[in-house]
């Protein structure tokens, strides 16, 4: 089956990683999901050539990105194994060697890879990816360059067919695109149809009807469209509807034009749901060996890497001399033990005030966007817990009687916090806002109450504090902050399997439902790049924290060979 090529790069074709859900799949399509017509239909879409078993059956729905993807003994590392030689060479990083100059023909092929890797790990993870069709801005000058071509176009075969005798030879080329595309919509088996559309769009006797005068293009035109209505998702019914009510030839097959492109997104988004499943189950191996194939191809592919753990253990090497400082009793001529578990732990909690500016580490480029989305949401949630607490210090009294004061503070807050991690918003003016707001709360429950509202003083103080939130090194920013890093460390310490929360700190009540719910989306993220990445991990861990043993492997495997 042939698929016409499309150019994924152009505005008509975007990838969506966030919004509403995919289209409903085609009627005519359900039920073979497998098949290899979509298998081939996805690979025309973005270049997608994952091996794929037509026989291979989907299970049911993939589940959330969570703690059934991560067993411990994929996420601890024993000072055993780090000394041992148990990975084989797909899941291993590749050996050292001495720098090689890189051609661009493997630079490609690495690029390649990244970008299967990437688009299959969106696929699998996010339940909302899809592709949306989207044109060039109205105004814009490309904009205004197709629409002028277009319009010349549809003009020029308006004037072709108004001549006398009409002149057929692009209508019939627009015959035999349409056909192209109908035929590409087919699955495996759909005999009778494809007979049907190959013998009705028939070009070499279309054209033989032309030179006699005796080609009826109305006829063909209501074939297409009925046709596609068989063949369509419920949603472009209407869209057939309008087709059907259309008396213009030329701007019939304009139309026809436009629902075929979108019925090519539907196609290829019912296509990405069906394989969601066999991707997800298939993900963790799948991504590994292309990772591999990456680093094959670029030895330097985990430079970034290596000194993030790096600076991990140099953290940790840190806080254990600081421990020992302040230890008169302690050994300080022993070699600290570091946890491998725990660096790598500690670096995932450095990705939760990352400097997103500066380039992530590799292993971590398919899920950048929503550890950036989860930072930018824990610091909304750390600036309400951190007005809270300054609230409650300061007005306790006045404030314990407010019904729902705490949802009232969040409904008041995110707003006013929104996009608060762009450089152009102002945290100072957002809190003076808040702390209005909060005056104002405070000030009408006691009015109702009939008690004396706050003074002047009192407001001013508390609008004071709230916005002195902002300053560097603020005590009780700085708490909050600690309370939810040990959050967030305490539930990448449990196990994977496990599915309670950890007991939540002091001063997070008010945000505990949604600092919850970020929690579960983190250690999830983590807990799946374990899985898939642990073999590359364990390998770096090895020589840095290792480096005698690492190095006695080396030249044992070099005298081997």
């Known amino acids: 089956m042939d698929v016409p090529e499309e150019d994924t790069n152009s505005p008509g074709w975007v990838f969506k990683s966030e919004g509403g859900s995919c289209v409903r799949p085609s009627r005519a399509l359900c039920g073979t999901a497998r098949g290899s017509g979509l298998v081939y239909c996805v690979n025309k879409v973005k270049g997608f050539r994952m091996p794929l078993n037509d026989d291979q059956s989907s299970d049911s729905d993939s589940s959330r990105l969570s703690e059934s993807t991560v067993s411990s003994s994929d ?69 205004t360059v197709k629409q002028i071509v277009h319009k010349a176009f549809w003009d020029h075969l308006e004037s072709e067919l108004n001549e006398d005798p009409p002149e057929y030879k692009h209508a019939i080329k627009l015959f035999e695109e349409i056909k192209e595309i109908l035929l590409s919509f087919l699955t495996p088996g759909a005999n009778r149809i494809h007979n049907q559309i190959c013998e009705v769009l028939d070009t070499d006797l279309i054209r033989q009807q032309a030179e006699h005068n005796a080609v009826d293009i109305p006829g063909l035109a209501n074939y297409v469209i009925n046709t596609m209505g068989k063949l369509c998702a419920p949603i472009r019914d209407n869209d057939i509807k309008q087709l059907k009510a259309t008396d213009n030839i030329v701007e019939l097959l304009r139309q026809i034009f436009r629902v075929l492109d979108l019925m090519k997104v539907d196609m290829a988004n019912y296509t990405i749901k069906s394989l969601r499943p066999y991707l997800w189950h298939n993900l963790v191996d799948y991504e590994r060996t292309k990772f591999q194939e990456i680093l094959e191809e670029t030895p330097s592919a985990l430079n970034l890497t290596t000194e993030w753990i790096k600076e991990s253990i140099e953290d940790e090497l840190s806080s254990i001399s600081d421990e020992s400082s302040s230890c008169p009793g302690a050994d300080s001529s022993s070699k600290p033990i570091i946890s491998p578990t725990l660096v790598l732990n500690n670096g995932y909690l450095k990705l939760l005030q990352w400097d997103y500016c500066k380039t992530i580490p590799e292993t971590l480029i398919t899920d950048e966007v929503r550890l950036q989305e989860l930072r930018e949401k824990l610091n909304q949630l750390k600036v309400i817990a951190c007005v809270s607490l300054i609230t409650n210090n300061m007005v306790g009294a006045a404030v314990v009687d407010v019904p729902d004061f705490t949802d009232h503070l969040k409904r008041i807050s995110l707003p006013l916090l929104e996009g608060m991690n762009k450089k152009s918003f102002d945290l100072k003016e957002a809190l003076n806002a808040i702390g209005i707001q909060i005056c104002s709360i405070v000030n009408k429950s006691l009015s109702e109450r009939g008690l004396p509202t706050l003074s002047e003083e009192m407001q001013s103080n508390l609008m004071g504090q709230i916005a002195h939130i902002v300053e560097k090194n603020n005590p009780v920013c700085s708490l909050i902050d600690k309370r939810i890093q040990l959050f967030m460390r305490s539930l990448l310490a449990l196990p994977s399997f496990q599915k309670c929360m950890p007991t939540m700190p002091g001063g997070l009540s008010v945000i505990q439902r949604e600092i919850e719910f970020l929690g579960s989306q983190y250690a999830s993220i983590v807990n799946f790049n374990k899985k898939v990445y642990g073999p590359f991990y364990a390998n770096i861990l090895r020589k840095l924290l290792f480096p005698e043993a690492a190095m006695e492997k080396t030249e044992a495997e070099t005298s081997s060979n």
């Open 75 to 143: 996420t601890e590392y024993s000072r055993q194994s780090f000394n041992s030689d148990s990975s084989s060479k797909p899941s291993s990083p590749a050996s050292a060697s001495p720098p090689k100059v890189i051609t661009f023909d493997e630079l490609m092929a690495a690029t390649r890879n990244l970008s299967n890797w990437t688009l299959a790990h969106e696929i699998a993870v996010n339940a909302n990816f899809c592709i949306k069709q989207e044109d060039y801005p109205q105004n814009s000058f490309a904009g």
